[in-house]
């Protein structure tokens, strides 16, 4: 039988729950070899967490501080760099149109 979380307990990143769910999206990124969601560069997945600023490192696409309800949730998890994740903090996340096709 599984046990429901509290919805009023605080979140942390060093929650068991939380940490099952990064173990998870990190080897779906690593295989994917997918890049950073802010700057689009490549991420180094040999890098150890929290030491490297290009170092992979989960960044809550709408941030817990906004919307603690979808702290767990894996589908609002996005690959970033520790530096890029940091350095946006709980701000929104500026959208681009991408690459363009040309030069101009």
Known sequence: ???RRDPNRKWTSHDYAYRKVRKRFRAACAKANAECHLCGQEIDYSLPDGRDPGAFECDHFYPVSKRPD???DATNLRPAH?????S???????QTLGVPSEDW
């Not at 520790?82 to 940091?86: P, V, Y």
């Not at 946006?88 to 500026?94: I, P, T």
Request: aromatic content about 6%.
């Open 1 to 3: 039988m599984t046990t």
């Open 82 to 86: 520790m530096d890029c994740n940091r």
């Open 88 to 94: 946006r903090g709980d701000a929104e996340v500026r």
């Open 70 to 72: 979808l702290a767990y």
